[in-house]
Every structure is written in structure tokens, then in C-alpha cells.
Nanobody, 117 residues
């Protein structure tokens, strides 16, 4: 009953920028924490950034100072602005949302980000 759709992935050169969007829809009935995670080939899925219902953010050390997470509660959308991209940022990026008192997680399908010259 909850769907998340990511968009904005693609190919970018090192040092470039890219913006991702994630739209949540369905049986949400409120404003809940959201976030971005990523998974590179051969690696575990890792935290990129999270944002609370009030807009407080938390970033992984690997992206701090380069990525910016924001949200539009009226549109049930979160955005990830990625600057100064590095080859090691290459991964499938997944958005998620934690819904209800139990904070049940829901995940998007993922969008590929490739940083290469």
C-alpha cells in the first residue's frame, strides 16, 4: 500500500553533480522519517543520509559536506543533491520511509548512479 519511486540517476563525471528525487505515495497518513541508502557491487547496503519529519538531517561521514538531503512534506518527496561526486559514490541508490509507530520500512526500486570519466 506504500510505494516509493526514485528518479534522477545517471552517468556523471568525477567532480560533477547530480540530484535524486523520491516520491512516496499510498497509505502513509502522516509525515515520517525518510532517507537514502546505497549499495555498490560486492558491498553491503549503507546509509547515505536520513531526514526527520521536522527536517533534521544525518549524513554518513563519506558524503558529509558533499551531499544535501531535503524534503517537501506537501509532496511526500525527498531530494538528494550530490556535489563533488567521486567514483566511489557509484552505486544503486535507494530511498526509504519509516511508517507508523513501529517505524516499518518501505523501499524504492533504486536508481543507478555512475561516476566515471
Amino acid at each position: 500500500q506504500v510505494q516509493l519511486v526514485e528518479s534522477g540517476g545517471g552517468l556523471v563525471q568525477p567532480g560533477g553533480s547530480l540530484s535524486l528525487s523520491c516520491v512516496a505515495s499510498g497509505s502513509i497518513f502522516g509525515i515520517y522519517p525518510m532517507g537514502w541508502y546505497r549499495q555498490a557491487p560486492g558491498k553491503q547496503r549503507e546509509l547515505v543520509a536520513t531526514i526527520t519529519s521536522s527536517g533534521d538531517t544525518n549524513y554518513a561521514d563519506t558524503v558529509k559536506g558533499r551531499f544535501t538531503l531535503s524534503r517537501d512534506n506537501g509532496k511526500n518527496t525527498e531530494y538528494l543533491r550530490m556535489n563533488s561526486l567521486k567514483p566511489e559514490d557509484t552505486a544503486v541508490y535507494y530511498c526509504n520511509i519509516l511508517i507508523g509507530a513501529s517505524r516499518r520500512p518501505y523501499w524504492g526500486q533504486g536508481t543507478q548512479v555512475t561516476v566515471d570519466s
